[in-house]
C-alpha cells in the first residue's frame, strides 16, 4: 500500500468508534483471512455513481477570505513585523540597523506606518486571489482528479445492515471481518495518537465554497447511502 493519504486535514476529526466491520463474498476467504490482504478502491470505482460530484462551487468564497484576513492580521503584528525586517536587514548587509529605526525611515519617507501598510496590502489582494483560485479549476475537474489519485479501504461501524449483507456479502453468503480501530495499521505514521480512519458525510446538494464544511466537500456521498454507516482510509495512487 502506498503512504496514508489524510484526505481532509482541517478541524476536529470524529473520533472512529473501537470497531469497525467489512462485509465480504465468501471467495475472498483466502486473500483476506488465509492471505492477509485486503483491497482498496479508487474512489472513481465505487459503488456510488454520484461519489465524485460537484460537492461545493467554487473554491474560494467568504470563508476563505475571512480565513485570510486572520492570516494576514497575525502576520503583520509589530513582533512578526519586526523579525521579517531583521532578516531583510540581514540579507542586505544592514544587521546592525534596529528594525524601529527602518520603521521609522519608511514612515517618514511614505507617510506610513509599516505594518499597517502591510496588513491594507494584503488584505487588498485578496479579491483577486480568490478569483484566480477559482478560475483556476472547476470543482468537477478537481474532484476528479482527486477521484484518480486515491484509493479507499471502506470499512463499516455496523455489522447488522441488512442491504449490506445483501449487497457486500452476496445475499448473506459471506462474511464480516471485524477490525479493532486502536491497531497501529490504523494509525498515522507521523503522529500515533491520530487515527487514519475517515468518517464519510452524507449530505445531498452543494456547498457555496469548499470551506464550508471540508469534509462534505471532500469526503462525502449522497444521503442515500447514510444506512452504510462508513469510515475511510485513504491512500494516493
Known amino acids: ?6 484526505i481532509v486535514n482541517f478541524g476536529e476529526e470524529p ?4 470497531l ?13 483471512l488465509e492471505n492477509q490482504t485486503v483491497r482498496f478502491m479508487r474512489l472513481l470505482d465505487t459503488n456510488d455513481s454520484f461519489e465524485v460530484r460537484a460537492t461545493f ?14 492570516f494576514v492580521t497575525e502576520k503583520t503584528t509589530e513582533a512578526h513585523v519586526d523579525k521579517a525586517l ?39 489582494r485578496l479579491p483577486a486571489l480568490s478569483a484566480a483560485l477559482n478560475a483556476l479549476q472547476t470543482p468537477e475537474d478537481f474532484l476528479n482528479e482527486l477521484g484518480s489519485s486515491l484509493l479507499c479501504f471502506s470499512l463499516s461501524e455496523t455489522y447488522t445492515s441488512a442491504p449490506m449483507w445483501a449487497h457486500y456479502a452476496v445475499n448473506h453468503t459471506g462474511f464480516v471481518l471485524e477490525f479493532d480501530t486502536a491497531h497501529p495499521w490504523f494509525r498515522n505514521i507521523s ?20 470551506l464550508d464544511d471540508p469534509h462534505a466537500a471532500f469526503g462525502s456521498k449522497t444521503a442515500d447511502w447514510a444506512y452504510e454507516k462508513e469510515w475511510r482510509v485513504y491512500c494516493k495512487f
Do not use: C, H
Not at 473520533?15 to 473501537?18: G, I, K, Y
Not at 466491520?21 to 483466502?30: A, D, G, I, M, Q
Not at 540581514?90 to 501598510?117: R, T, W
Open 1 to 6: 500500500m502506498n503512504k496514508p493519504f489524510d
Open 15 to 18: 473520533t472512529p468508534p473501537l
Open 20 to 32: 469497525v466491520y467489512k462485509y465480504l463474498s465468501p471467495e475472498r476467504v483466502t486473500d483476506v
Open 57 to 70: 462551487r467554487r473554491f474560494a468564497g467568504p470563508r476563505f477570505v475571512k480565513l485570510m484576513e486572520d
Open 86 to 124: 531583521a532578516r531583510k536587514l540581514d540579507e542586505i548587509g544592514l544587521s546592525s540597523m534596529p528594525p524601529i529605526m527602518a520603521k521609522v525611515l519608511f514612515k517618514e519617507k511614505f507617510g506610513k506606518d509599516l505594518s499597517a501598510y502591510m496588513k491594507d496590502e494584503m488584505k487588498a
Open 191 to 210: 503522529d500515533k495518537q491520530k487515527s487514519l480512519l475517515r468518517q464519510v458525510k452524507y449530505v445531498d446538494g452543494q456547498l457555496d465554497e469548499a
